[in-house]
């Protein structure tokens, strides 16, 4: 594992990175993406999705907490994790089958269930930067 810091001037940063993300993920990739309110999570799962030419429109799964989209290179699915009680409600919907399926899993507010994401996840921390539009992104992978 290996600690990479990335700045991000602006979101047309954080759009290519995202692009170039999903052009590297292979089925079973994991992304973890932790950070603040509003840092950036959704902007950067809707640049995956583009990277993965997903055309729909990306919506929070906060409520379902999982959305799938089928109609891409691989199947993404993006997981809101913010409101999930405990991991029993993560085993329940089947996570597990997500996880380590043929597709690419997107995860925000991962941290909190942190005790049940895969091994090889790819985290990605997301912080403010000094200025407006300014992220710093702390990869692990
Ligand atoms: N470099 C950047 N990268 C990503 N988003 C940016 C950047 N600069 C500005 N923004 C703006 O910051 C906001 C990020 O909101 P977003 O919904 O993606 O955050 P989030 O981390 O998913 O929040 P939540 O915790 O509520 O799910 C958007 O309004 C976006 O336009
Ligand atoms: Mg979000």
Redesign the pocket.
Known sequence: MEEKIIY?K??A??VSFGIELAKNAAPGTVIALT?D????????TKSIAKGLEIDDIIT?PTFNIVKEYDTGRLPLYHF?V?RVGDVDEMYEIGCEEYFYGEGVCVV?WADLIEEIMPEDTLWIN?EYGEKE???IYKCTF
Request: aromatic residues 4%; glycine residues 18%.
């Open positions: 991000m602006n979101e940063d954080t950070g309110l509003g840092a950036g999570k959704t902007t950067l929070s809101d913010y925000e997301i539009g300014e992220r």
